[in-house]
């Protein structure tokens, strides 16, 4: 299994241009997160999707869009980048197993916005 | 006040101490706790869950969780150089919405 895979690695912007972030996991899971990091404020959830069809805003989703394209896919949109959004963007997949839940990371987008 | 809190650091220990990490958080009503270990440039990876009032291990590691207090901290025995990196405390809030601390960076000395 290749667990949580994401592309691109790394991406360069102009303010104002639009990119799509990708997504992917084969590990079966319903639930999907992407979250974006910044030096010295920890990780910070953008949009999750509990299960294929639906979505939720986080704490910090304006700028962004999401689309749950399938079980397997999630992926991030930023239609006019800024360079507010220069970050490592990651994206996460979790199960719930005995009642417990477990999130699982992709290794990362460095984005920068210039 | 930050929903989840930690000392930036770096805390630096020398190897085979023991290295203690502490966290609080806000929101009273949470019940999951979570230490993540992030080594630079790299992804987050879970180190340990807790859900219960208590001390949990796990090899070299002990989560401990005071709900009373809204404290968890993770314990490292037998600190090894290898464990060098950033721990991130994570706290659930609301069903699916995870909320991370900054961060504490870890250095072990030989």
């Known amino acids: 299994n290749a667990g949580v895979t994401q592309t691109p690695k790394f991406q360069v912007l102009k303010t104002g241009q639009s990119m799509t972030l990708q997504c992917a996991q084969d590990?079966?899971?319903?639930?999907m997160y992407w979250y974006r990091q910044d030096p010295g404020m920890g990780l910070r959830l953008i949009y999750y999707s509990a299960s294929e069809g639906t979505t939720d805003k986080g704490e910090v989703p304006n700028g962004y869009n999401v689309s749950r394209l399938n079980k397997r896919e999630f992926s991030l949109r930023l239609e006019s980048a800024a360079p507010s959004q220069t970050s490592v963007y990651f994206c996460?997949?979790?199960?719930?197993?005995?009642?417990?839940?477990?999130?699982?990371f992709g290794p990362g987008t460095r984005l920068l916005v210039l | 006040q930050k929903e989840v809190e930690q000392n930036s650091g770096p805390l630096s220990v020398p190897e085979g101490a023991i290295a203690s990490l502490n966290c609080t958080y806000s929101?009273?009503?949470?019940?999951?706790f979570f230490w993540y270990r992030q080594y630079s440039g790299k992804s987050p990876e879970l180190i340990m869950s807790?859900?219960?009032?208590g001390d949990k291990e796990d090899g070299r590691f002990t989560a401990q969780l005071n709900k009373a207090s809204q404290y968890v901290s993770l314990l490292i025995r037998d600190s090894q150089p290898s464990d060098s990196a950033t721990y991130l405390c994570?706290?659930?809030?609301?069903?699916?919405?995870?909320?991370f601390g900054a961060g504490t960076r870890l250095t072990v000395k030989p």
């Open positions: 590990m079966n899971h319903n639930s």
């Open positions: 929101d009273r009503g949470s019940q999951s």
């Open positions: 807790i859900y219960s009032n």
């Open positions: 994570a706290v659930v809030v609301n069903n699916n919405d995870m909320r």
């Open positions: 996460a997949s979790s199960e719930l197993a005995r009642g417990q839940e477990t999130q699982y």
